[in-house]
């Protein structure tokens, strides 16, 4: 050991083999191979150190300094108008502070807190649930379950007409059979919430365990488990299959690509507070509080009018605050309903990692035929989606798979196939891009192992492959209003691409270990979504010393739609902000709202504020032409009976411009050149730049659109690289807390981050000031890291002598990328 360095080398063999035995001990820790390489690869680089070399990386104290860009034009000069300015969101400063409020902020007199007892068996009767030992602890009220609904009640709500998603088969309870670990079989409900959990825990559930579980994918399709029909699109078998054969050059394999935690900061959220005559006010973290009225109303069996849902804000959401916010509001009711007193339920972290649902983890097969050029001519493909034990969201999250494989590309004779898949495993659910992104790491899947067939590069293959203004997606509707390729070709000038490509391939010949990649990649997304989630309400009351409250059936969840709707009143009114607040949404202003989700909120709210805003001017104008002043105009006004508050419904106009009543009406796209490093040693990896350009017509608000942007890509980098979530044999998520899933972090954000809005854009005359939806379309760019990544790897294997094209699953965690760069 006091050898010296020099010297070293000599003993390689000899430390290696040492180390094996030293290590044998822990084999039978959980990933003990990846493990084996780390230890492996500290001692090769102390090899190389000792001989002089380099191991081409830096001294974290030598690392440049984060850099970013955000370009952006501010189409609006007048000082005065509020829309097109970058300004911070409404309530910034209090969730920076820690002022703002949130549901487990409230305090009611007399509030109880819930704490959950779930299932530890995937699929099983139960035998007994001995509470006997929670029910004696001091403090604790009594155990609330299945057996609680009311006369009149139902522990399915789903199932009901009302149910504003389409059938859901979900149980609020589970009753007598569990069918996932997990599921919420009961709740213990205490005067305090540590006293909750503690109880809970001494709850004894006894099982009958003769049920077969389903697990995986693989066992699903086997035994032909599925929780709806199959979504097919485009042609008929038989017609791909003959355009298949004809095809020069047929490429054929499978795609998989992992589930994926919401990770709000807030974690799922109520307090249901009982009031007389069986009327209840409901305060929810959720992002569909019409959907959590109507659900609590058929849990207890009344009418929805009796229940007032109230949100004043979210503290983050993705989609899994909607359909999966509803269990925690019922449990919560139905325990008040019990025990006639406030109740609180307020997961924690641990339970929504074991009651919510995920992104949809997917497996995809394909066969692609191309010609000698990579020209896409035919294509079928068949989408397993992993839908859980029930149906929650899942039958329309697999439509939306199925239905946007095409993403930005144009295939003459395409098939996709869509199907939901059945296993005993809670019930998968929304999550921002609803499908889609699924369906742009399969296309990405597709187009390099075409590119590695017909050996081009991908952009290449990418750019000669385009659907284009004019042309027509796989759903059957013309694309207008976009802007792709405008953004493509600003993100090559962005990027200097070429350049930059050039110097990754001069860096990967003069290094073994450490690989760089470089890729570029688009995203297209269709809006405004025809149906009936395409509406709004909005209603704008002036009071008499002349500011403005507005209420819209949106919900603010940190994407800043409150902010946007208050500069579109601004602007509309010709007012200050100052003068203009929003309050909370609730059930008793605006009712039936669809959730608020799918990137299109500012469009359809903002549209319905500007309508608001619009007609009280239309009753003013006359006053405000004798009176100039706001203030000394409103009192007159009233004094005059003329209306101060507006109410107004919307939907997004088709007829009068052409466009089919089923079709959306512009397009939200973009491009993104993504740079990433690799250690091919010890699977590590990062971004080096990533530079966006995207197209979001006149932004309503620069700051907040291109902070969607940034936020949306990381998101999707997590889902393809790090945040592994992953079943044990028994069915029991592995990555139950935040210790063992890994999210991004500050440290894994690019060096360089450059994010750019186009400048001049194609928009649709209905938008709200020719802005565009923002927040899921960027998150789809997030496959280019993968892209990269890819490049990185197939470096390195071309360094060893392979040259094979390599199936990536997502998330390409870094043990995986260990495996590929050392076959």
């Not at 102390?46 to 974290?60: H, I, P, Q, R, V």
């Not at 969840?557 to 909370?584: E, F, H, W, Y």
């Not at 107004?648 to 009068?656: D, F, L, Q, V, W």
């Amino acid at each position: 050991m006091f050898r010296p360095y020099d010297g070293l080398s000599e003993y390689k063999e000899e430390l290696l083999q040492a180390l094996d035995s030293d290590i044998a001990r822990f084999s039978a820790m959980p990933d003990f191979s990846y493990r084996k390489s780390l230890a492996h690869a500290a001692l090769a680089e102390l090899f190389e150190e000792a001989a002089g070399g380099s191991t081409n990386k830096e001294d974290l104290n030598d690392e440049p300094p984060l850099e970013s860009l955000q370009l952006f034009t501010q189409w609006s000069r007048e000082e005065s108008d509020a829309c097109g300015r970058p300004l911070a969101t409404q309530s910034s400063d209090r969730c920076t502070t820690g002022e703002a409020t949130f549901v487990c902020d409230l305090k009611v007199k007399g509030l109880a807190h819930a704490a959950f007892v779930l299932s530890t068996q995937p699929h099983a009767k139960i035998a007994e649930i001995d509470t006997t030992r929670a029910l004696e602890q001091e403090g604790v009220l009594g155990f609330i379950s299945i057996d609680d609904i009311p006369k009149g009640g139902t522990n399915n709500p789903g199932k009901l007409p009302i149910n504003i998603y389409g059938p859901d088969d979900t149980p609020i309870f589970s009753g007598d059979e569990v069918n996932a670990v997990g599921q919420i079989i009961g709740m213990i409900v205490a005067t305090d919430i540590i006293i909750a959990r503690r109880a809970a825990k001494l709850v004894n559930v006894k099982y009958h365990l003769e049920l077969p579980a389903i697990i995986t994918m693989e066992d699903a399709i086997q035994e032909k488990s599925y929780l709806a029909d199959p979504w097919i699109f485009g042609a008929e078998e038989d017609t791909v299959q003959e355009e298949l054969a004809k095809s020069n050059i047929v490429v054929e394999g499978q795609a998989q690509i992992g589930a994926q935690e919401h990770v709000y900061m807030e974690t799922q959220s109520c307090v249901a507070i009982p009031g007389e005559d069986d009327e209840w006010v409901i305060h929810t973290s959720s992002q569909a509080p019409a959907a959590v009225q109507l659900h609590v109303s058929a849990a207890l069996g009344i009418p929805a009018h009796k229940v007032i849902v109230k949100v004043k804000r979210v503290g983050g959401a993705f989609g899994g605050k909607a359909s999966q916010s509803i269990p925690a509001a019922v449990c919560a009711a139905v325990a008040a309903n019990v025990l006639k007193r406030p109740v609180s339920v307020v997961m924690s972290r641990h339970e929504d990692m074991l009651i919510t649902g995920k992104r949809h983890p997917a497996m995809i097969k394909y066969k692609v035929g191309v010609d000698p050029r990579g020209l896409l001519k035919s294509a079928h493909l068949q989408f397993y989606l992993d839908g859980g034990y029930s149906l929650d969201m899942s039958n329309m999250v697999t439509w939306l798979a199925a239905a946007s494989s095409d993403a930005c590309f144009y295939i003459p004779v395409m098939r996709s196939e869509g199907y939901t898949l059945k296993t005993n495993k809670n019930s998968n659910t929304a999550f921002r891009g609803f499908g889609i992104p699924q369906a742009y790491f399969a296309m990405n899947c597709i187009l390099e192992h075409v590119a590695h067939a017909v050996e081009k590069p991908l952009e290449e293959i990418q750019e000669m492959n385009f659907n284009r203004v004019g042309g027509t997606a796989l759903l059957g509707y013309e694309i207008i209003n976009d802007n792709l390729l405008d953004c493509w070709k600003e993100c090559l000038k962005l990027s200097a691409f070429q350049e930059k490509r050039d110097e990754v391939d001069e860096f990967n010949k003069k290094s073994t270990n450490i690989k760089r990649g470089i890729a570029l990649g688009t995203t297209r997304y269709a809006l405004t979504h025809a149906g009936s989630a395409e509406q709004a309400s909005a209603l704008v009351q002036i009071y008499l010393d002349g500011t403005v409250a507005v209420s819209i059936g949106g919900v603010e969840m940190g994407q800043g739609l409150n902010t946007k709707c208050l500069q579109v009143a601004s602007r509309a009114l010709g007012l200050p902000l100052d003068m203009i607040t929003i309050i909370d949404s609730g059930t008793d202003k605006t009712a039936n709202a669809p959730e608020t989700g799918g990137s299109q909120n500012a469009d359809t709210h903002g549209k319905a504020v500007k309508v608001c805003c619009e007609k009280l001017l239309e009753v003013l104008e006359p006053v405000l032409k004798e009176e100039p002043d706001w203030r000394k105009a409103i009192i007159k006004a009233y004094a005059m009976k003329l209306k101060l508050q507006v109410s107004e419904h919307i939907t997004i106009e088709r007829k009068k411009y052409g466009i089919p009543e089923d079709s959306p009406t512009y397009q939200t796209s973009g491009a993104a050149c993504v740079m990433s490093e690799v250690d091919c040693r010890t699977g590590e990896q990062k971004l080096l730049s990533v530079d966006v350009v995207l197209d979001v017509g006149r932004s309503l608000n620069p700051a907040i659109d291109i902070g969607q942007i940034e936020g949306a890509f990381m998101q999707g980098y997590g889902l393809m690289t790090s945040e592994e979530f992953a079943y044990d044999d028994n069915g029991k998520p592995i990555q139950d807390s935040m210790y063992k899933y890994k999210i991004p972090t500050a440290a894994t954000v690019p060096r360089r981050f450059r994010v750019k809005l186009l400048k001049d854009s194609d928009t649709f005359a209905e938008q709200v000031y020719s802005s565009k939806g923002i927040g899921e379309p960027p998150l789809m760019l997030s496959v280019t890291a993968l892209a990269s990544l890819r490049y990185a790897i197939n470096a390195r294997r071309r360094d060893l002598g392979f040259s094979d094209f390599v199936e990536l699953s997502a998330p390409l965690t870094t043990a995986k990328i260990i495996s590929f760069c050392n076959p």
